[in-house]
Every structure is written in C-alpha cells, then in structure tokens.
C-alpha cells in the first residue's frame, strides 16, 4: 500500500512538471531557450525527486523505529536493512547504524553488528557510541589488540573519560602489557585520584613488578582515603611485613585488632612482628589471645612455644611444644617448635659462659638435632628443619665424647633444671 501511494505522488510530479515544460516549450517555441532557467527546472525536479526519497526512508525508518523501542529487533531490522540500502547519502547515518548494530546484538549476530559499527563509523568518524559498541565486541570476544586499539581512539575522542582508560587499563592487562596497564592506571588515578578500585587493580599490577614501595605507596593512598576499610589496612601492614617494615606493620595490625578482635590472620602477623623486633613478651600475650579464642589452633600454639623460649621461659615452652606433638603427632611444625625450644636454651647457657661448650650443652642440643630430624619428615617445614640440622651437627656430642661420658646420660647444672 505504502509502496502504490509513493508511486502515484511520483508520477504526478512528473506530469506536473512535464506539462510545465511543454506549455514552456510550445508557447517559445521561436525563442533561444534560457539556460538559467533550464537548470532551475532540472533543480526542482531533482528536489522534488529528492523529497519523496526522503520521505520514503523517513517511513521506513520510523518503521523501524516502534519495535526497536518495543525490543522486536527482527521486525526492526527488517526496516532498518532498507534504510541502510537506500540512504546513500547519510540522511540518518548517526541515528541508523548503532541501531541496527544493537538489533543485531539483540538477535544475536555479532558479525553482523560489528559491520554496521563499522559503517556507522564511516558515516561519522566520531561516533564514540559505535566505537563504545566496538570496545565491547572485542571485550567478550577476547580480542585484546582490537580492543586496545579502540579504546586509544575512545579516550581520544572522550579525553576526560576514565572508563575508557580503565578499559583500556583491563585489556593490556589481558594481553600481558604490565607497563602500559601500570602507565593507564596510575593515568586513571590521576584524573581520580579516589577510584579505589582502579588503586586497588594498580596494587596488585604493582606487586608483580616486586617494586614494593611502589605497592605500599599505592596501598597507603587506599588506606588515607579509607580509613576504616580493614582490608586495605591489612595489605597495607602485610606489604609492610614483607618489607621487613615491622614497626609500621605492628601500627597498622594493632589498629586492625582494635576494631575486630578476632581476627586471627591480624593477631598471627601481630605476633611474628613482635618476635622479628624481639618484642617476645608482647608477641607471647598475643599468642595466649589467639588460644583463647581457638585453643586447637596448633600453628599458634607453637608460635607460642616459641616465643616463651625467647623470654627464658623454658619449662612452659616446652609444656605448649609437647601438646602439639601429642594431639598432632605428624605435624613437623610442633618438633620445630621443641628443637628451637632446646636450641634456644643451648644457645643461652653457652653465650653466659663465653661461648665454651659443655657436654651438658652438648647434650641439649642434640635434643634439638632430633627434634629437627623428626620435624623434617613433614614437607611443609623440611627446609627449615635441615637449616637448623646444618648448624646443629657441628656442635652434638661425637662418638668421642659419648666414649668420655658413658654415664652422664642427662645435661646438668643451673640452665638446664628444667630438662627432665
């Protein structure tokens, strides 16, 4: 119907104006025709003609328009394909191409969509939105270069924009350009400086370079910004820790204590960076707090063991490294923790008499050496087991002094009282 009536109107404007010319022509027929004049006609014609084709994609596209808002993208691609066919010269090339890209996204032809993306972009080389629809073609379709190369010319086009960088930022990411995601990101944060996901994505990149104070300055800006945010406090005060920063990870795990108790991956590196300060007798109180809110934890318990054999409390060390060893009798950790309980004694007594060694001596630490050569068995402390076994045979007794001390099976004197 629609197609009759657009025929009919055509064909009455050609009459009309080849009635015009002929009563022209004939009524001057003697006279030199004037050129001006012949080319005004030729323009009304074409303008005429010109109208009904504008009025005829105008239709179509209005069409196409009612379902596309109704979400019938087949219908409307129906329209849409024949207004792209017949607007040759861009009378709706911002409006159509995204779309019938979106119609054919919505029907599930990405091929086809990234083409009329691509026309759109034709029409109007600063279509950020047929570039957007192409950024995130190449997202799920998992072409990082493409991807990369449209968000460059996004963030052109839009350079105040962070999402584009971060975009950016995701896909260097993806295609392994650590520097260039570094560069983007610490870009983004500096346009907003409190994106914290975009820091938080930064801490991490960062962490993989190794370059450390770069992470920690990145993290403290996290935590400035949120205070009260425990987690970043707490990869704050582990970067910290992993720097040997023990007093400034302390500050920080103390504060992390404070608000939550509980929480014992804080209360652990609390007390690991007490005993790396030689802070013993806080790194012990911490170690009791964590039994008293989980009296199974062995890891502790041997943390514990430890850390009273540091401040001289040699008889409870042993008592907390023994208790381990009998609820847990294949766990390396708790023969560690009795070998440095025996070790460390040892190591005092011989320091206090100007570093002499005893057959008493002699014998305590060869209560660590086996201590150790248990501990070993577990894989998970067999390196730090054979550490201490690689010091401790040059100093247990020999077949020598085992011939000299036949009867002196126990160690004597006032450091060893406590060995029964």
């Known amino acids: 119907m629609l197609r009759k009536k657009e025929l009919t109107v055509f064909l009455l404007a050609v009459m009309i104006l080849t009635l015009i010319a002929s009563i022209q022509f004939t009524g001057c027929a003697s006279s030199k025709p004037d050129p001006a004049l012949e080319a005004a006609r030729q323009k009304a014609l074409q303008d005429s003609l010109m109208a009904i084709h504008k009025k005829k994609i105008s239709r179509l596209f209005s069409f196409g328009l009612e379902p596309f808002k109704q979400g019938n993208y087949e219908k409307a691609l129906k329209y849409f394909r024949q207004v792209a066919k017949l607007d040759t010269t861009g009378i709706y090339g911002k409006a159509l191409y995204k779309r019938l890209g979106t119609a054919y996204i919505q029907t599930g032809k990405p091929d086809s969509a990234e083409i009329a993306y691509k026309m759109g972009i034709k029409k109007n080389p600063n279509d950020v939105y047929c570039y957007n629809a192409l950024g995130y073609l190449c997202r799920v379709r998992g072409e990082n270069e493409k991807g990369i190369e449209t968000y460059k010319k996004l963030h052109e086009l839009e350079p105040d924009s962070t999402s584009h960088l971060k975009y950016l ?6 295609a392994d350009m650590y520097p260039e995601a570094i560069a983007t990101f610490q870009k983004v944060l500096q ?12 801490s991490t990149l960062l962490s993989q370079t190794g370059d450390i104070e770069k992470v920690i300055e990145t993290q403290k800006s996290l935590v400035e910004q949120n ?7 707490m990869d704050l005060a582990q970067s910290y820790f992993k720097s040997s920063q023990f007093e400034k990870a302390i500050e920080q795990f103390q504060f992390i204590v404070s608000k939550d108790p509980k929480n014992i991956s804080a209360l652990e590196y609390l007390g690991e960076s007490y005993q790396q300060v030689d802070k013993f007798s806080k790194a012990v109180e911490i170690y009791k707090k964590i039994l008293s809110f989980d009296p199974n934890n062995k890891k502790n318990r041997c943390n514990l063991a430890m850390a009273l054999a540091a401040t001289g409390r040699y008889a409870s060390a042993i008592k907390e490294a023994k208790t381990v060893i009998r609820n847990n009798p294949d766990y390396g950790l708790g023969y560690i923790a009795m070998g440095v309980v025996y070790e460390t004694c040892a190591e005092k007594c011989v320091k206090q008499k100007g570093g002499k060694i005893t057959w008493d001596d002699k014998l305590v630490y060869k209560l660590a050496y086996d201590s150790f050569v248990k501990a070993k068995k577990d894989l998970s402390v067999k390196q730090d087991a054979e550490n201490h076994l690689n010091y401790l045979v040059t100093v247990i007794p ?6 000299m001390h036949k009867n002196d099976k126990y160690p004597k004197g006032s450091c060893y009282t406590w060995i029964r």
């Open 398 to 403: 020999t077949k020598d002094d085992y011939f």
């Open 227 to 233: 205070p009260e945010n425990l987690r970043y406090r």
């Open 169 to 174: 930022g995701e896909l260097y990411v993806k």
């Open 191 to 202: 346009m907003d400086p409190n994106d914290t996901k975009s820091q938080e994505t930064l």
